[in-house]
């Protein structure tokens, strides 16, 4: 079942001289389920990707479908609430709230959104993610890798229908990437959780359902690893 579709995006930034197009003409779709790794130099266009899937960036054109909702034809408020419930972002610097613990970190889309905190799935998650006995840390109590587990449970918390990893090993050492890909992968296929990443490490990149890889602002390669 198809979850995403992406059709003729383009995002041109500036004017004149100083135009530069990040997108040009993207199409791709992406199954329920499915871990989808995007691959690209730097510059090549794939972190504005990811911003327009999680509605944090707008296209110039084209479209960008959610479970057959045209995102960008939503108003602020209603883009607003697809960005809480229906993706889970999750950064190479975790953008934790620093005042905030590790239960009010996970929380906060919940809590932001008007709803009641589901304790049964936060108690599964911070067991999944090893975090349990930390649930009143402080972030600047905690290892890199640990805050990236928290932001990886904040994006969870929801059950949104697209995760969204932009670089999420970027900031950690091997053994902590690795770690916080197999959780990924982990959540994967326990949740059904579909997966989009980016990533530049070609290693955790192979362990994707697919590899797309864009250079210029254009997908110059398409590949299923494994069904």
């Not at 059709?7 to 992406?30: I, P, R």
């Not at 697809?82 to 809590?111: A, D």
């Not at 067991?127 to 932001?151: A, D, I, K």
Request: charged share 25%; net charge negative; glycine share 8%.
């Amino acid at each position: 079942m198809e979850v995403l579709k992406v059709e003729d995006l383009t995002k041109v930034y500036g004017t004149g001289e100083n135009q530069v197009t990040a997108l040009n003409h993207v199409s791709f779709s992406v199954e329920k389920g499915e871990f989808l790794a995007i691959i690209g130099p730097s510059g090549s266009g794939k972190s504005t990707l990811l911003h327009i899937l999680g509605g944090v960036d707008t296209p110039t054109s084209g479209k960008v479908f959610m479970e057959g909702t045209d995102v960008y034809a939503q108003n602020e408020k209603q883009l607003a609430i697809f960005r809480r419930r229906q993706v889970g972002l999750i950064y190479q610097f975790y953008n934790l709230i620093p005042v905030l613990n590790v239960t009010e970190n996970i929380t906060l889309p919940v809590l932001m959104d008007g709803r009641k905190v589901n304790d049964e799935r936060l108690k599964e998650l911070l067991h999944l993610l090893s975090l349990e006995g930390r649930e009143g840390h402080l972030p600047n109590q905690l290892s890199g890798g640990q805050q990236q587990r928290v932001s990886i449970g904040r994006a969870l918390m929801n059950a949104p229908s697209v995760m969204l990893a932009d670089e999420p090993t970027g900031n950690l050492d091997s053994k902590n990437s690795q770690e916080i890909v197999e959780l990924l992968k982990y959540s994967n296929e326990k949740y059904k959780q579909t997966l989009i990443m980016i990533t530049h490490d070609e290693n955790i990149a192979l362990q994707a359902n697919r590899i797309i890889a864009i250079e210029d602002g254009k997908i110059t390669r398409d590949e299923v690893i494994r069904p």
